[in-house]
């Protein structure tokens, strides 16, 4: 649905250029949820309106919906449906009207009908003689969707498209764009920088950091390759502790008395199992990055035994995206996206 | 391009502009208000200077109306950008051009919305003139209205150009009032320039407005067939042309 490859943009500004996209690569399949997540400044809005026709790369081509992006960009506009991050409705206009105008200006064949089964499945029957200032956030954003929906597009881009909302609104959202696509087979190409909203929606996670797609995947093969499960061990013995003064046993490798601790027989223990990649130590307690944490932990907890290190506890958490972004970046996504 | 799609569009986008503009009709008005208010408080100064040398021997409403219906273009049209910077705000301005809509349509349909609301002002200004004391032949005060009106469109495509280059009200106000207010003074509305210094004569003649003035100034003493008027309606046209030419390319740029 759309192959696009070495897209970029720069503007020119008066402190010079600005690379806001740097070469994207993406291709994206029929009935697919897509989600394009990034801090704020990655660059997902310029490239979203690039694939939407609303800005020239300065390179790469595209294809989109079946239409070229640069050839052709009125073949691509009759087939898609774009719905910007600040919507597209004018406050004073009542919503019948916006909507009938989009209708007509895509030319949609029998258009009251096509409306009222917009408005139906939106919820938005009732309002159509309001102004769309007159509207709660949540019905506002569903108008903004009906707006981009109404000449039926096989591809929809949302931008954004729960900013702002309430819990509520936003999981009433989710499951209207998952009945986009499970009815009608449209292909939704978002937005977000919520991690939860990635998630719970997409099929398929492209993220974005400086204007480079810098992973993809779905969540679950994102956050298994890239960060692995987080496993932390409590040990009973966390001898031998630190004298002042002196090289902490951990790296002197024996204890005051000549006699190993339970920190290095841990560690040693542990260097022993492939899935374990990453080891930190705090006090008492192990911080491990493993592979595949549920079928390693049996593992983990037996050679921990054999090696005579006693846990007085065990927990284990599945990353999230935010540690995926953190482990690709370099940063959190919740710090990069304030 | 196939004009009828294009017609046909323009005149969704007009209705639906004019709806928008009928909704609030205090707009209407108050952009009347301005030079209503110079033909109220300022015309009847003029008519104690009939005979001054340059002024000419016309009768005074005859000079000072037709500045007074150009200045409209230049208080109504000019200012309409401001609307087209609240709609790019809104969004309505991306979720248009993503339409397969014709961008022509997109600046045509905002224009001719203007011009109507400018013609009609037009002809509130008119009887107000026509009640103060002025009076000129029907065929005069016709082409100096359709002058009017096709000035208005090159106007507000500047406008709505403006906007779109500068995107934001702070960066278009200041720009249009730099713009307009020494484009109103050069073009001689409140009094003729032949009454100016060589220098300012020569100047205002660098600027369209002083030939539209001129032009339907003629139209009102009844010199329709005249070098006056035929300048005017050549300037008046090629502005419309080039500005018409230039909004659209922009609405078509990318960034638009």
């Known amino acids: ?338 | 391009m196939d004009v009828r799609r294009t017609a046909r569009e323009t005149r969704l986008l007009y209705t639906r502009h004019l709806r928008t503009t009928l909704r609030s009709k205090v707009g209407v008005v108050f952009g009347v208000l301005q030079p209503l208010l110079y033909l109220l408080l300022f015309g009847p100064l003029l008519t104690r200077l009939s005979g001054v040398r340059g002024f000419g021997d016309h009768d005074a409403w005859q000079v000072f109306v037709p500045g007074v219906l150009v200045q409209l273009v230049l208080f109504s049209a000019a200012y309409v950008g401001f609307g087209l910077i609240a709609d790019l705000r809104a969004g309505v301005v991306d979720r248009l051009r993503v339409t397969p809509v014709s961008r022509v349509a997109l600046l045509l349909g905002l224009v001719l919305r203007d011009t109507t609301v400018l013609a009609v002002q037009a002809v509130l200004l008119l009887a107000a003139g026509v009640a103060m004391g002025l009076r000129a032949p029907a065929a005069g005060l016709a082409v100096g209205v359709a002058l009017v009106v096709l000035l208005a469109v090159g106007v507000a495509s500047l406008s709505y150009l403006l906007a779109l280059v500068t995107r934001r009200e702070d960066g278009f106000a200041p720009l249009l009032g730099a713009v307009v207010l020494p484009l109103m003074l050069l073009s001689g509305m409140l009094l003729p320039m032949s009454m100016a210094p060589g220098w300012l004569d020569v100047a205002s003649h660098f600027t369209p407005f002083r030939y539209v003035v001129d032009a339907v100034r003629a139209a009102f003493v009844g010199d329709y067939a005249s070098v006056t008027v035929a300048e005017g309606a050549a300037v008046t046209a090629v502005l419309v042309v080039v500005s018409v030419a230039l909004g659209t390319r922009r609405f078509l740029r990318e960034n638009a």
């Open chain 1, 1 to 338: 649905m759309i192959e696009a490859s070495g897209l970029a943009r720069t503007f020119t500004t008066r402190r010079g250029t600005v690379e806001a996209v740097r070469g994207v690569d993406l291709s994206v399949a029929p009935g697919e949820i897509v989600g394009f997540l990034g801090p704020n400044g990655a660059g997902k809005t310029t490239t979203l309106r690039m694939l939407t026709t609303l800005l020239a790369p300065t390179a790469g081509t595209a294809t989109v919906a079946g239409h070229d992006l640069r050839t052709d960009a009125a073949g691509v506009r009759r087939r898609i449906g774009y719905v910007a991050q600040g919507g597209g409705a004018a406050p004073a206009v009542p919503v019948g009207e916006e909507l009938d105008l989009q209708a007509r200006l895509y030319g949609v064949p029998d258009r009251a009908a096509r409306i009222a089964d917009l408005c139906a499945r939106l919820e938005l029957e009732g309002l159509l003689d309001r102004p769309a200032q007159a509207l709660s956030g949540g019905q506002r954003r569903r108008l903004d969707i009906a707006l981009g929906l109404v000449h039926r597009p096989p591809l929809v881009f949302l931008d954004e498209p729960t900013t702002g909302l309430d819990p509520h609104s936003r999981g009433n959202l989710w499951e209207h764009i998952r009945r986009m696509r499970d009815e009608d087979g449209t292909t939704v190409f978002l937005t977000t920088h919520y991690l939860e909203e990635a998630d719970a929606l997409c099929d398929r996670i492209l993220i974005i950091d400086h204007g480079r797609i810098v992973a993809e995947g779905t969540p679950d093969e994102l956050k298994r390759r890239v960060s692995g499960d987080v496993v932390t061990l409590e040990l009973a013995d966390a001898r031998p502790a630190a004298r002042p003064g002196a090289p902490t046993a951990a790296e002197a490798g024996e204890g005051p008395h000549g006699q190993v601790g339970g920190v290095v027989r841990a560690r040693a223990a542990l260097a022993e199992l492939p899935q374990v990649r990453e080891a930190v130590v705090t006090g008492s307690s192990v911080r491990l990055t493993v592979d595949q944490g549920d079928l390693a932990l049996p593992q983990v907890v037996r050679a921990l035994d054999a090696a005579g290190v006693e846990l007085t506890a065990l927990r284990m958490a599945r990353p999230t995206l935010d540690d995926v972004f953190l482990t690709i970046t370099g940063r959190s996504l919740r710090d990069a996206a304030a």
